[in-house]
């Protein structure tokens, strides 16, 4: 789930366990784990709630001073509905972040993460993407996605979609800005390089 940087030191401590989203339809679920900037989450209930329902208690368990800072963040009308998300942090690891620092790769490892990413080559309409990608964030680390997207030909929204896919497998970390090699990902090129 994506929460602004203010919130990130409350969600760390556990001191945020509410947040309140405009949706048409939920876009989490009870019981499910998310990634958020400061770690894993859990969603414990998803309730729809009418703005003005939304009382001091919640908006300072969301991280704001009064419902109508909450509000005012919103900008939502009287009369509007959201959703209220609660959750809890989760005191493990992120599993992808446990598998984007493990660069000890045996043979196994270097082909399981060479057929995924035929995969995504191979499901992709503009033909094999992933080598290009991988080696242009090795040589580029910390870069704009943007200018990074158009050093490839790409534009920004399709390429950080596929940096996405590329993090799901650990082999990419998101920096603030632009994105690096995990360790995992330096690894796999290490191992696939050729000379």
Known sequence: MLFARRFWSGLADGTITVTFRRWKRPQVVAGRRYRTPAGLVEVD???LVRVEAI???????????????LA???RAGAGDTVYRVRFHRVDEPDPRAVLAADDAL??????AIARRLERL?????????????????????GTRAADLAGTLGWERAPFKAAVRKLKELGLTHSLEVGYRLSPRGAGYLAATRVG
């Open 45 to 47: 209930a998803v309730d």
């Open 55 to 69: 009382g001091r208690a919640d908006a300072r368990r969301a991280g704001y001073p009064s419902a109508g800072a």
């Open 72 to 74: 005012a963040d919103l």
């Open 106 to 111: 045996t043979a196994g490892d270097v082909a």
């Open 121 to 141: 080559d191979r499901a992709s309409p503009r033909g094999p993407w992933t080598a290009a990608v991988l080696a242009a964030i090795e040589r580029h680390p």
